[in-house]
């Protein structure tokens, strides 16, 4: 059973539109989230998180918002740019309790047009 | 720049083989992670170690062990590889319950 999915596994945005990027989960115990980003052969990379005493984090073109009743999450790029063009994995861990491990969604893979 | 370091990028191995794959990190974390990378399956936690000799399953950890006998190093062993172990393996590493920094990767194909 999936506690984080992403439910579109590929999206295709023109450059210097704005592309959105959603994240389900079902583990009410969840409280916080974050991003990675993958190039091909390469490992994932940090993007951006959010706790959820939140309900939005913003850095540069990058904005996550949460929705807790709903529990959803979803990641805004604006101006989307070619080099954007990646997997990005939605993960999600309990803020509370010892649990250090992420669980990660399927992953949605971006492309931007140019 | 903090590293994690995956000792191959690609492996070719025959069914039935042992398979070790190694993972280093310079930054003194005391957590490490294996998960695997399949298409639609995204990211499942094999394996993971809180402590040196310390080791904890993760989700999918049926024909894998791992050993971690140093706190920089955290080895994956797939104890006789088979063709649905066919996949990308990323090790990751992280201090205290911050987010993960990861290696490159190890595409690992068995024949």
């Known amino acids: 059973d999936q506690q984080v999915k992403q439910n579109s596994p590929s999206l295709s945005v023109q450059e210097g539109r704005i592309s959105i990027l959603n994240c389900d989960y079902t583990n009410s115990m969840f409280d916080y989230f974050l991003w990675y980003k993958k190039y091909p052969a390469e490992g994932p990379t940090f993007l951006i998180s959010?706790?959820?005493?939140?309900d939005k984090n913003e850095d540069g073109r990058f904005t996550v918002f949460l929705n807790k009743s709903a529990k959803h999450l979803s990641l805004h790029i604006v101006p989307s740019q070619p080099g954007d063009s990646a997997v990005y994995f939605c993960?999600?861990?309990?803020?509370?309790?010892?649990?250090?491990?992420?669980?990660f969604g399927s992953g949605t893979q971006l492309t931007v047009l140019p | 720049d903090v590293k994690v370091t995956q000792s191959s990028r690609y492996l070719v191995k025959r069914t039935g083989e042992k398979v070790f794959l190694e993972c280093v990190q310079d930054?003194?974390?005391?957590?490490m992670f294996w998960y695997r990378q399949d298409p639609g399956l995204g990211l499942r936690l094999i394996y993971f170690s809180y402590d040196v000799k310390m080791k904890e399953k993760g989700d999918i950890p049926e024909g894998y062990s791992v050993s971690r006998e140093k706190k920089e190093r955290f080895s994956l062993i797939l104890e006789s590889a088979s063709t649905n172990q066919t996949s990308m393996y990323l090790c990751?590493?992280?201090?205290?319950?911050?987010?993960?920094?990861f290696g490159s990767g190890t595409r690992l194909t068995v024949v």
């Open positions: 930054m003194d974390h005391e957590n």
């Open positions: 993960a999600a861990r309990p803020d509370r309790g010892s649990a250090r491990q992420l669980t």
């Open positions: 990751a590493s992280s201090h205290r319950r911050y987010g993960y920094t």
């Open positions: 959010i706790s959820s005493i939140k």
